[in-house]
């Protein structure tokens, strides 16, 4: 069994590219019409990506207890640049082992990423 992929359902889905490949960085894979909104593919290829789906017709989408971790260069880096587009560390740097650190910050919809930086 390999893990494939993660759906997030979008409020906004020009705010969550923005968020996802403009300031993260993840390569768009796909774009194509999903029943009456859209759906974009993110991530390398060959690895697990994280698919958005927008639809108009639901109105408020909601996660709890959910977040997605990905990986950056320099922590320091993509919080300050995640900071300055309105998306403020809401937890961390936390380091719970050597060469490993990571912080919180809210995507567009409210999901909680996990920013990683291996050391």
Not at 44 to 58: A, K, R
Not at 64 to 86: D, H, M, P, R
């Amino acid at each position: 069994m390999k893990f494939s992929l993660a759906t997030v359902f979008v409020n906004n889905m020009e705010a969550s590219l923005h968020f996802y490949h403009g300031l993260l960085g993840l390569p768009i894979q796909a774009m194509r019409p999903a029943g009456n909104g859209e759906l974009a593919m993110l991530g390398m290829e060959g690895q697990p990506q994280i698919e958005l789906i927008f639809d108009p017709q639901q109105t408020q989408n909601t996660y709890a207890g959910f977040s997605l971790g990905i990986e950056v260069q320099s922590l320091e880096g993509a919080t300050a640049l995640l900071a300055k587009e309105g998306h403020p560390t809401i937890r961390g740097p936390i380091c719970p082992m050597p060469g490993v650190r990571f912080s919180f910050v809210h995507d567009p919809n409210g999901i909680t990423v996990q920013l990683i930086e291996y050391e």
